[in-house]
């Protein structure tokens, strides 16, 4: 069994992370809007060794992160001619394989053409970010929620799309259906119940 050797109080509540790389009392909330982002490290900086190690008294060995509070997000933009303003609503995806969307609101843009930085408030916690300080995100600008079919399954009527759906006895009805979205050549469309059967390719 394991024994504690010292009581560790904190004076808020929250989750421990042992991430520490140095930059916790400089990278606050206070004082984004006066820092030289360009003379920030880039790439991770050292974090402190395992615990299992030897500690100098008074190192810092942990932070607590508030995660009853929204979490604030800041990204530079790849792309600064992108249109973002004060208000509005981003979501962002953490990696390919990702389904989750990280929403968040702007609170402030900064910058010019050349650089932009953008400060968020999020949603909501996003547990990716407890042990990390920086995170490739990939920016949504167009997000649809719906049942996805191939453009060339759609069969228009008097102007307006539809699908062939199958029939209990083989048989064959049109249906029409309402586009949400578009991206490429695959629609996003409401309308049909979900394992419905339809002809991909009617023509």
Do not use: C
């Not at 982002?37 to 500690?55: C, G, I, M, T, Y």
């Not at 001619?81 to 609170?107: T, Y």
């Not at 399954?153 to 199958?166: K, Q, T, V």
């Amino acid at each position: 069994t394991a024994q504690a050797n010292a009581v560790i109080k904190a004076p808020v509540a929250g989750l421990v992370s042992y991430q520490i790389d140095g930059l916790e009392k400089i990278l606050t909330i206070n004082n984004y809007d006066q820092l030289d982002w360009s003379k920030l490290p880039n790439q991770e900086r050292d974090l402190v060794p395992s615990l299992a190690n030897h500690f100098d008294r008074g190192q810092p060995v942990a932070k607590i992160i508030n995660n009853l509070v929204p979490m604030k997000l800041y990204i530079t933009l790849p792309e600064p001619d992108i249109d973002i303003s004060i208000g509005d609503a981003l979501k962002f995806k953490i990696g390919d394989e990702s389904l989750e969307l990280i929403q968040g609101k702007v609170i402030a843009v900064e910058g010019n053409l050349n650089s932009r930085g953008v400060l968020l408030t999020l949603d909501s916690f996003v547990e990716e970010f407890l042990n990390v300080r920086q995170l490739d995100l990939e920016l949504v600008l167009e997000h649809y929620s719906g049942l996805i079919v191939e453009k060339e399954a759609l069969l228009y009527e008097n102007n307006e799309p539809g699908l062939m759906i199958a029939n209990r006895d083989n048989t064959y009805k049109w249906q029409p259906v309402e586009i949400i979205g578009q991206i490429d050549n695959k629609v996003a469309i409401s309308g049909l119940a979900k394992n419905t059967k339809y002809i991909s390719n009617p023509r």
